[in-house]
Structures are given as C-alpha cells and as structure tokens.
C-alpha cells in the first residue's frame, strides 16, 4: 500500500490569516488551523515524495517527523506552493545528492528565475565563490503530460488552467491530487473517471465561485462525475469552518466527501 499525508490543507494565506478577527480564524478547533497546501507520498520501497514546497514546509515536515526525502513534486510555481524550496537544503546537506524537482517546463522556468542560486548555480555564480556551502542541492526535471516514471514507479500528470498559467494534476495508483485549478477539462475527468480512484484530493477555496479556484459546488460537480471512494477538499480558506462545512455536506447528503485536516493519512492502492 502507498500512503499520503496531508501536511497543509490551507489556501495562500494559511489559517488563521494574520488579524483576521472571523469566527473561523479566532476557532479554537484545532481542524481551522491550516497551513499552505502541501503533501508527502510515501511509497512501498520506503521512499518519500514530496508535492509542493510551502511556505510553512519546515513545520509541517517537523510535525509529521518527515526527515528524508526523495523526489519533489511542483504543481505550479505560486508562492505557496514554493517558497519553502530552501527549507529542503538539510536533505541535501544530509544524503550529498540532489533530490529530484519534477515541474511543468513553465514552473521549471519560472523557479530558476526565482532562485537562481539554487537552480541556476553555474551562471549565479560564475563571477564569485560560493561561500559557507548552504545552498539546496536540488536538480530539475521539467515533465510532459502523460505518464512518467519517478524512482520506479508509473505516475500519470495532467496540465489545468490557474489563472495566467497550468497546474499539475497528479494521478499515482488510485490516488489523484488535485489543487489550484478553476476547472478540469472533460478529457482528465473521463481518464480519471476510468481509474476507479479510491483518494481524490480536490480543491474546494471557498463556498462562492472563484476566477481561479474550484468552489464547493464545482468541486462536488466533480467528485460526481469523477466518482472515486473517498474525496478530500482541501486549499480551504476561512470561509470554510470544518464542523460547519462537514454538516452542510451531510445535509447535501453527500457521504464520500469530507474537508481534509492538516496532519491526516490514509492508504491507497
């Protein structure tokens, strides 16, 4: 069995959002405190992939005790999917190999533009020497979509519109994970419909619609055309209340879906 643990379930600001005074954000229940969205899979032959590299990824991967890595997965290069690409450097410092980056050709592109003393480093530093050493050992692997190999095993990628740009869908096994996306075209949801899923992580930001995100009734839309065994919403802001937003399922009569909580693991095949 392969397992994935949920390590932040929350939209770009995180919740609580710094002074914000709302119910959801002054909560005391511990499943309205979210950190930006991020996962880590770990697979049968003892390795660990992680997909997205949040701002908060230092704390998350403290909380899980996740303290070796093997492969990066970016779904796109917004800044809470990937400002805490240094907070990787210990794994490298660890192992003294690279751990592998695989992206979109377009995020591969715009991370070297971002940190070019990690994914630029010849021509960073071609008129100076590095000094003290503390530089994240990571190398790209810009992907196409379909399917591709990540230390052995099949996983299958598929290209979203977010905004101005693509996400990465991801599809590993009977898991799919999905975030950040205004809309799955007709194609990935009959491939995906096809896989008889038994984990779907999907993006749900808020009750009301949004230019670049899944709301609650797209993403339900999608969960039922999809129709795999379990769905997780996840990428919530502090419109959602977890015991609110669990009621207002059941009462839809929705039984396969359930808000994901920061922290949360589960097996698939």
């Known amino acids: 069995m392969n397992k994935i643990t949920i390590l932040g379930s929350g939209t770009s600001t995180g919740v609580p ?3 914000c005074k709302c119910q959801v954000c002054q909560s005391n229940d511990v499943r309205n405190k ?12 003892d390795k660990k992939i992680l997909i997205d590299a949040s701002p908060d990824l230092r704390t998350q991967l403290l909380l899980n005790k996740i303290d070796r890595l093997d492969a990066v997965i970016i779904t796109h290069d917004h800044a809470d999917h990937t400002h805490g690409m240094d907070d990787l450097r210990p794994f490298g410092l660890k ?28 021509q960073y530093f071609s ?5 003290g050493g503390g530089i994240p050992l990571l190398d790209q692997f810009p992907i196409e979509e379909g399917m591709t190999k990540i230390l052995d095993h099949e996983f299958e990628f598929f290209f979203m519109p977010h905004g101005h740009e693509e996400t990465l869908g991801i599809r590993h096994g009977k898991l799919a994970y999905i ?25 749900c930001l808020r009750p009301t619609p949004h230019q670049t995100h899944l709301h609650l009734e797209l993403a339900l839309d999608y969960i039922q055309k999809i129709r ?28 396969n879906t359930f808000p994901a909580t920061d922290g949360a693991s589960f097996l698939y095949s």
């Not at 795999?228 to 990428?235: I, Q």
């Open 17 to 19: 959002i710094l002074g």
């Open 34 to 45: 979210r950190f930006r969205t991020s996962a880590v899979l770990e697979l049968p032959n």
């Open 95 to 122: 192992s003294k190999k690279a751990l592998p980056v695989y992206s979109t050709h377009q995020a591969a592109h715009d991370l070297k533009r971002k940190f070019p003393y990690i994914f630029d480093r010849q």
């Open 127 to 131: 008129n100076k020497v590095i000094l």
């Open 179 to 203: 975030v950040d996306c205004r809309e799955i075209p007709k194609n990935i949801t009959d491939r995906l419909s096809n896989a008889e899923l038994e984990i779907m992580v999907i993006d």
């Open 228 to 255: 795999p065994k379990m769905a997780l919403l996840t990428h919530m802001g502090h419109e959602w209340d977890y015991l609110e937003l669990t009621n207002e399922l059941r009462r839809r009569g929705v039984k």
